[in-house]
């Protein structure tokens, strides 16, 4: 809203009744639609309270699409019974994905007039395998591993540890997994981005020495 200048003479219908002096007509600019209309008002109107953004309504369609962490899915297993060798690939993996964990996750929100549609998909997911070594990202919910693969390194996702996790918490490395979502959105004739960073899981796996038989 912005004060008019000059102000309307006495008599005009966008007084609303009232005379000059009697507070100040003002223009309103509706940005969603283009219209400008005439507002009289007693006081001058409080801008900090001017609604929401076309942004700030892509943030509420996020909200209804309950993003999560990628289910964490690797091999060895993250299982009492299982243990990985040290120097042999480990396979990570995006276990029983769907559209809250690997996107694509479509919403709508509107509020103050303004409707927003908004589109999240899982840019990458950081793994940090507990060994201290660098984070593996991996830009694909990976591949699982099957039997048949047999040591052959994953495709698009994995690593391999130089140590064991003897002497670690349980003697296990704690693996943990951090989605990062790409939110495009388009409302009120205006398009953007917001990125989301964050949402992690865990899960802890045993990796051990190879024993060496020795006659």
């Given at each position: 809203?912005?004060?008019?200048?000059?102000q309307p003479?006495?008599?005009?219908?966008?007084?609303?009744g009232?005379e000059?002096?009697d507070?100040?007509?003002y223009?309103?600019?509706?940005?969603?639609?283009g219209?400008?209309?005439?507002?009289?008002?007693?006081?001058?109107p409080d801008?900090?309270?001017?609604?929401?953004?076309?942004?700030?309504v892509?943030?509420l369609?996020?909200?209804?699409?309950d993003?999560?962490a990628?289910r964490?899915?690797?091999?060895?297993?993250?299982s009492?019974?299982?243990?990985?060798?040290?120097?042999?690939?480990?396979?990570?993996?995006?276990?029983?994905?769907?559209?809250?964990?690997?996107?694509?996750?479509?919403?709508?929100a509107?509020?103050?007039?303004?409707?927003?549609?908004a589109?999240?998909?899982?840019?990458?997911?950081?793994?940090d395998?507990?060994?201290?070594t660098?984070?593996?990202?991996c830009?694909?919910?990976?591949t699982?591993?099957?039997?048949?693969?047999?040591n052959?390194?994953s495709?698009?996702?994995?690593?391999?540890y130089?140590?064991?996790?003897?002497?670690?918490?349980?003697?296990?490395f704690?693996?943990?997994?951090?989605s990062?979502w790409?939110?495009?959105?388009?409302?009120?004739?205006q398009?953007?981005?917001?990125?989301l960073?964050?949402?992690?899981?865990?899960?802890?796996?045993?990796?051990?020495?190879?024993?060496?038989l020795?006659?």
């Amino acid at each position: 809203m912005k004060l008019m200048d000059p102000q309307p003479p006495a008599g005009d219908t966008a007084w609303q009744g009232h005379e000059p002096g009697d507070g100040a007509v003002y223009l309103c600019y509706q940005p969603q639609t283009g219209i400008v209309l005439f507002r009289w008002s007693a006081d001058p109107p409080d801008q900090s309270g001017a609604g929401p953004t076309p942004r700030d309504v892509a943030q509420l369609a996020i909200a209804t699409m309950d993003l999560k962490a990628v289910r964490i899915g690797i091999a060895p297993k993250a299982s009492e019974d299982s243990i990985g060798i040290v120097g042999m690939p480990v396979w990570m993996w995006a276990s029983q994905p769907d559209t809250e964990t690997v996107g694509p996750a479509t919403a709508t929100a509107s509020t103050a007039g303004i409707t927003v549609v908004a589109t999240a998909t899982l840019a990458r997911v950081t793994w940090d395998m507990g060994d201290g070594t660098t984070p593996v990202i991996c830009r694909k919910p990976g591949t699982p591993y099957e039997s048949r693969f047999g040591n052959r390194s994953s495709p698009d996702c994995g690593h391999t540890y130089m140590t064991s996790s003897a002497g670690e918490e349980d003697d296990r490395f704690t693996v943990t997994a951090t989605s990062s979502w790409i939110v495009s959105w388009e409302g009120a004739g205006q398009v953007g981005t917001i990125r989301l960073n964050g949402l992690t899981r865990t899960t802890r796996v045993a990796i051990g020495e190879a024993q060496v038989l020795v006659q």
